[in-house]
């Protein structure tokens, strides 16, 4: 997701990017500095000598276009524009009606990386190069990081590592088969904050409904938990 701002006056536009990156930058610190259960209720912002004052809205608000999760809205105290954040890709968008510009930011690249699974690798290829992109490692070895990992993920707000674990349990590893309860149960944490796997979610289960009628038991059980609840 790239950073930008429409409007009729291009400098306007720009200051308007810059104050929400800002914004941005502060809720998400708010966010990691949490204890991962709940949206921060308020974010403070120093713009221009001024401390600017947004507190959580029960809005409903569209879901987000990058990932699909529902987002969170934000009102100003005072001056400022309402915001809709994604706590799953943190993204950030916002209209000013008045004077007709809009913006959108977010740390989406950023979020991703943070989100991958341990040992997971990436690179960017730019121009005939490679760019590692891999996160960096929780310490010790291969299962102590992602025992790490499954202990920071069930707190609410990690919706990213829920969906990952999810879909680790639901296609398996070398080391572990497919896990379909446990693939539900991450699945069905991170859909607790609106997590939109639904474009994952519907190949997900036609795999599942393939293993099924091929005879596994544990497929078909997973369905059969599904039509429970």
């Keep these: 997701m790239l950073n930008g701002a429409t409007g009729r006056d291009g400098e306007a536009?720009?200051?308007l990017k810059d104050t929400y990156k800002g914004v941005l930058e502060r809720l998400v610190t708010l966010i990691e500095n949490g204890d991962g259960r709940e949206l921060p209720a308020v974010v403070r912002h120093l713009h221009g000598g001024r401390t600017l004052t947004w507190q959580i809205s029960g809005a409903r608000c569209a879901f987000c276009e990058a990932c699909?999760?529902?987002?969170?809205?934000?009102?100003p105290e005072g001056e400022g524009l309402a915001f809709e954040f994604c706590p799953a890709c943190w993204s950030m968008r916002g209209t000013d009606c008045e004077r007709q510009m809009s913006f959108a930011v977010g740390k989406?690249?950023?979020?991703r990386l943070r989100d991958l699974l341990p040992g997971t690798k990436m690179e960017l290829r730019v121009g005939g190069g490679r760019l590692p992109l891999n996160p960096n490692d929780l310490p010790g070895g291969p299962g102590e990081a992602l025992?790490?990992?499954?202990?920071?993920?069930?707190?609410?707000?990690?919706?990213?590592?829920?969906?990952?674990?999810?879909?680790?349990?639901?296609?398996?590893?070398?080391?572990?088969?497919?896990d379909y309860a446990e693939a539900r149960l991450w699945?069905?944490?991170?859909?607790?904050l609106g997590e939109g796997v639904e474009r994952d979610e519907s190949a997900g289960l036609a795999l599942v409904r393939e293993a099924a009628e091929a005879g596994d038991a544990d497929a078909r059980a997973w369905l059969g938990s599904l039509a429970d609840g």
């Design 13 to 15: 536009a720009r200051v």
């Design 68 to 75: 699909g999760c529902d987002r969170t809205r934000y009102e």
């Design 147 to 178: 025992d790490a990992y499954r202990a920071a993920a069930r707190r609410p707000l990690e919706i990213g590592r829920q969906f990952e674990l999810g879909r680790m349990a639901f296609a398996g590893t070398r080391e572990a088969p497919s």
């Design 187 to 192: 699945l069905g944490r991170a859909l607790i």
């Design 108 to 111: 989406v690249v950023e979020k």
